[in-house]
T-cell receptor
Framework: GAGVSQTPSNKVTEKGKYVELRCDPI?????LYWYRQSLGQGPEFLIYFQGTGAADDSGLPNDRFFAVRPEGSVSTLKIQRTERGDSAVYLC????????????FGQGTRLTVV | QKEVEQNSGPLSVPEGAIASLNCTYS??????FFWYRQYSGKSPELIMS????GDKEDGRFTAQLNKASQYVSLLIRDSQPSDSATYLC????????????FGTGTSLTVIP
């Protein structure tokens, strides 16, 4: 596609439930990032994929968070046993090769845990 | 010190003026810097990247990098009301791993 696509745009879930957030990067981009942004803050790094592998998952806050990118394109961020503190906008970005090349963001998924 | 720091503002300038946005960074980041614009309720949009010391111009935008003083700035000439947004400074990590560090953003309002 022309840009990074994220679905759903909004997700409301109950505390304790499981959610999946999807990211479809720009075609041909090998690098994919997940970030989380709370109101009034800058994006906070979660995980980076180079191809199919999670090259850097140092930003995942705990083991309730997991992400996959099985075919090196679409990625899914999975959150188990959601908590109210997980409420934020989850942003996905992709870049052509990773490293310090430019990264382009999708429109984000606003997750609200009630 | 955080990896990337910005004055949160808000910064207000009159239409047609030059808006100056500043960002400082720590030794934990590399020499690759990026400016993103974020409208309220929207995702960050890349405006410019700068990798070398000095100035880089693109239309009304000029990014400036000063490695000796560890700061990077964004100048917006002939500011327009449509430039009103939050501007995020980002830098790539110098360490192992692969991430961009973001500042908290500076809110800019251009007054008609």
């Amino acid at each position: 596609g022309a840009g990074v696509s994220q679905t759903p745009s909004n997700k409301v879930t109950e505390k304790g439930k499981y959610v999946e957030l999807r990211c479809d990067p720009i075609s041909g981009h090998t690098a994919l990032y997940w970030y989380r942004q709370s109101l009034g803050q800058g994006p906070e790094f979660l995980i980076y994929f180079q191809g199919t592998g999670a090259a850097d998952d140092s930003g995942l806050p705990n083991d309730r968070f997991f992400a996959v990118r099985p075919e090196g394109s679409v990625s899914t961020l999975k959150i188990q046993r959601t908590e109210r503190g997980d409420s934020a906008v989850y942003l996905c970005a992709s870049s052509p090769t990773g490293g310090d090349t430019e990264a382009f963001f999708g429109q984000g998924t606003r997750l609200t845990v009630v | 010190q955080k990896e990337v720091e910005q004055n949160s503002g808000p910064l207000s300038v009159p239409e047609g003026a030059i808006a100056s946005l500043n960002c400082t960074y720590s030794d934990r980041v590399s020499q690759s810097f990026f400016w993103y614009r974020q409208y309220s309720g929207k995702s960050p949009e890349l405006i410019m990247s700068i990798y070398s010391n000095g100035d880089k111009e693109d239309g009304r935008f000029t990014a400036q990098l000063n490695k000796a003083s560890q700061y990077v700035s964004l100048l917006i000439r002939d500011s327009q009301p449509s430039d009103s947004a939050t501007y995020l400074c980002a830098a790539h990590t110098r360490n192992t791993g692969n991430q961009f560090y973001f500042g908290t953003g500076t809110s800019l309002t251009v007054i008609p």
